[in-house]
């Protein structure tokens, strides 16, 4: 099985007792304000070495902002308290230039949250790595061609730096065999026009330093991104590349081909009228310390649930606008307009058939 982990899917099927909760609160704010998040994304930088075509999140403008380490520690802290599960650093610039980011990976091993990385690896060594590799559950490499120019080309970056993402994926497999960390290596390219007959390359490099996956996925749009230059790619011409992929598969390697997602980018609208995920089973925290429901809508302040640097993470979560984005979500965003294959859509997909199931579902 390619997809163990259900990266093409969703895993809310694993969490009935939360979703439990929210789907008997209804529309009772009383008992929807205690149900708190899975998943949390955070930026812990603002500031990216990188300046990638497709970059979602260009027009915040990669500030030289990051998060208080000391804050950042007390709100996980409160987190797991409050049942948050699990965070992935990412975000709006690269976590890994964030300097306390091995501090802040024990705390979370410290109180029960798993954690994951999404890096484009460049700033990594073997001492940040070897806690990286310890501490995550999952480190995704962001790495965009299968060859130098490519690379340089679609990062906006230096060609050597192709050199330094293979050498610290091929790092971080040796950390996690030599002390059999339970820390999942995976790699993942954005199939892109300019991209994809580097994608075999790209596949054969990354079984020869026996990584455990890599994800070949779909662009979409994001809402306020400055750049239109991949508005409206489909990938009718690109889908035989699977079985292609597919051949340099191991035991131990697999590729995952987002086929599912990439078809998704064919349908005329979604299956679902409501966003349900928004804003109850997950958040994003930007590097200023504000807290949103939806990380398509980041500096949309109909989204902007508080800080973290004034108020603690309950207050935030229990608070009036939070409140207000619920009613929001429910009576006035429109879905269409939402980022196609949004990272809640599948979750979506799920919670919106148990709150409209068909009439045969007693007939299991």
Known sequence: MSDKYNIDSHKMIFHPTRVSHWYEACDDWEKLKKVYPIYVEITPIGSCNHR???CSVDYIGYKSIKQDEEVLSDRIREMAKLGVKS???AGEGEP???KPLPNILDVC???GIDTSLTTNAVA???KTTTNYVKNCKWIKVSINAGTRDVYADVHQTKAEDFDKVIDNLALASKIKKENNYDCTIGAQMLLLPENKDTAVSLAKKMAEIEIDYL???PYTQSLYGESRKYEGLTYNNMMKLEEELKKYETDSFKVIFRANTMKKLEEDKQPYEKCYSTPNFWAYLMADGSLYSC?????NEKFNLGNINEQTFQEIWEGDKRKENIVYVKDSLDISMCRKNCRMDEINRYLWNLKNPNSHVNFI
Do not use: G
């Open 52 to 54: 990638c075509t497709f």
């Open 109 to 111: 091993s410290e109180v």
């Open 215 to 217: 994800v070949i996925k």
């Open 124 to 126: 990594m060594n073997e």
């Open 96 to 98: 890994t230039l964030y």
């Open 87 to 89: 965070i992935m650093f």
């Open 295 to 299: 990380s398509a809508f980041l500096q």
